[in-house]
């Protein structure tokens, strides 16, 4: 059983479209991360949050503690969007140290 | 700004053979973890290391892997007898501390002949 889920697995969009990636996990966390990987495989951290919600750019992520579930929103989507995007969490349980549990990741392709 | 870096950015090693991926964390921070993500599969956590000790780790981080701090900056992962299922990409990442998001190197892609 996956500890989180995302959703879509893939998601194709035009340029210009408005995105969000979900993600949907069973454990309690202390925070949630939402990377980007890029085609080469380095990893970069977009956001991380606990409560409420945080904007970069034309980033938008949003966690619902409650419902054990996040967002992860792009306005005005751009062809170098174009990534997989990995929703990961830090499990609240008294012997984690951190350590990420991770999403499959949503494969997102903006075409021009 | 500083980053995570790792080398070397691709090992090829035969089978049976130890291998040591090399990180260097950012130099302020005190959490250390590697993971590796198989071709085509997502990211698994291997171990945390916090305060010179090994915090947590997983059921992949058998007796065949080891880390290492060896000089206050460099953090060495160790596979002591290289399988064909241990090739992936293994990322190192850091953190200062407990609250703070991790920082991720760009990667070792080890194959395993």
């Known amino acids: 059983k996956n500890e989180v889920e995302q959703s879509p697995q893939n998601l194709t969009a035009q340029e210009g479209e408005f995105i969000t990636i979900n993600c949907s996990y069973s454990v309690g966390i202390s925070a949630l991360h939402w990377l980007q990987q890029h085609p080469g495989g380095g990893i970069v951290s977009l956001f991380m949050l606990s409560s409420g919600k945080k904007k970069h750019g034309r980033l938008i992520a949003t966690i619902n503690i409650q419902e054990k579930h996040s967002s992860l929103h792009i306005t005005a989507s751009h062809p170098r969007d174009s990534a997989v995007y990995i929703c990961?969490?830090?499990?609240?349980?008294?012997?984690?140290?951190?350590?990420?549990?991770f999403g499959k990741g949503t494969k997102l392709s903006v075409k021009p | 700004e500083p980053e995570v870096t790792q080398t070397p950015s691709h090992q090829v090693t035969q089978m049976g053979q130890e291998v040591i991926l090399r990180c260097v964390p950012i130099s302020n921070h005190l959490y250390f973890y590697w993971y590796r993500q198989i071709l085509g599969q997502k990211v698994e956590f291997l171990v945390s290391?916090?305060?010179?000790?090994?915090?947590?780790k997983s059921e992949i981080f058998d007796d065949q892997f080891s880390v290492e701090r060896p000089d206050g900056s460099n953090f060495t992962l160790k596979i002591r007898s290289t399988k064909l299922e241990d090739s992936a990409m293994y990322f190192c990442?850091?953190?200062?501390?407990?609250?703070?998001?991790?920082?991720f190197g760009p990667g070792t892609r080890l194959t395993v002949l």
């Open positions: 990961a969490v830090i499990s609240s349980s008294g012997g984690s140290q951190g350590n990420l549990i």
């Open positions: 290391f916090y305060n010179n000790e090994i915090s947590e």
């Open positions: 990442a850091s953190r200062m501390s407990q609250n703070n998001e991790q920082f």
